[in-house]
């Protein structure tokens, strides 16, 4: 079904925003329209049945680098500020790269973004995937004619889940040596009305879940002991960080994640008293809220 259509990392999408060509996809799926089945009983013995309100599935889009600025500002104004409605449409190309299906959207509101893991040991590529609960879709098979531009022919830049520095206040030294950080997760659920008018329900992020060894985690075991063991942990206790994603060997940053109100909660691992063993130990942090930017290198 065109709606539901998903691929591997090839980049064979296009986004529109507003009419513009605004970026390639590596993966997405959803979109799709469906109905509610009522059954309707009556004196008789069968039940009649009849389709209820249309629903519009929520659509999922993976990507990285090489976006246009307004599809990162989307993402911007959408988390950590107020509603931001775009319209738009999704193209996939052809094995020859000419359109080959359409579905357009109207009125979608960004869910949820998700950043990727990051593992200083991997050679592996970083994604995002936003999520997009749409008021409408509509999907074509001809009549495909649009400038697809510059994002027709172009590749994202690369990007790698090794290429990241976290910081956090009075923290920097033992950041510096943070092993791994698990996927982050940013947004709200979308809630829909008989009218499929979408509404923003709270603000919800992910834990802040880090690992690094023991020998170079006494400011973090310090900070869980006066949090968590001692009880001090009023607002004033919590702390502030930045997440950094790096194009490889470069000093500027594809993106900038701020996490705001950090505080510990969980500690898993063996603290050693050897402070020469390197021995992991995971931190959990939870976060009250977190804003994401996009620098100048992202971008085609």
């Known amino acids: 079904m065109p709606g539901t259509v998903s691929r591997n990392m090839l980049q064979n999408f296009l986004i529109e925003?507003?009419?513009q060509p605004a970026g390639r996809l590596s993966k997405m799926s959803g979109g799709g329209v469906s109905a509610d089945v009522i059954k309707m009983t009556g004196g008789t013995m069968s039940a009649h049945k009849h389709i209820?309100?249309?629903r519009y599935e929520e659509m999922t889009l993976t990507f990285g680098t090489g976006m246009a600025q307004a599809f990162y500002n989307w993402i911007t104004d959408s988390i950590g500020g107020g509603s931001?409605?775009?319209?738009?449409?999704?193209?996939?190309?052809s094995s020859s790269g000419k359109p080959d299906w359409r579905l357009e959207f109207r009125n979608a509101l960004i869910g949820s973004v998700e950043m990727p893991a990051c593992d200083a040991g991997s050679k592996d590529p970083a994604y995002m995937t936003i999520r997009l609960s749409p008021e409408s879709t509509r999907s074509f098979t001809t009549d495909l004619?649009?400038?697809t531009g510059v994002y027709a022919s172009s590749l994202a830049k690369g990007w790698y889940i090794h290429d990241f520095r976290l910081s956090i206040d009075g923290l920097e030294s033992d950041c510096a040596h943070v092993k791994s950080i698990e996927a982050l997760r940013l947004g709200r659920k979308i809630m829909f009305d008989a009218d499929n008018?979408?509404?923003?329900?709270?603000?919800e992020y992910s834990d802040l879940v880090l690992t690094l060894n023991s020998n170079h985690a006494s400011g973090f075991l310090k900070?869980?002991?006066e949090f968590v063991e001692k009880g001090r942990n009023s607002p004033t206790d919590e702390?502030?960080?930045v997440l950094h994603?790096?194009?490889?060997?470069a000093s500027k940053a594809y993106f900038k994640l701020e996490l705001l109100g950090l505080g510990p909660y969980k500690m898993e691992g063996v603290k050693s008293v050897n402070p020469n063993t390197a021995m992991p130990l995971t931190f959990r942090l939870y976060c009250s809220e977190m804003k994401f930017s996009a620098g100048p290198s992202a971008m085609t």
């Open 52 to 54: 209820g309100q249309v």
């Open 17 to 19: 925003l507003d009419g």
């Open 245 to 249: 994603f790096f194009a490889p060997n």
């Open 239 to 241: 702390r502030k960080g």
């Open 84 to 93: 931001t409605r775009k319209s738009g449409a999704i193209v996939r190309l």
């Open 145 to 147: 004619k649009q400038n």
């Open 223 to 225: 900070w869980f002991e």
């Open 197 to 203: 008018i979408g509404d923003e329900g709270p603000e």
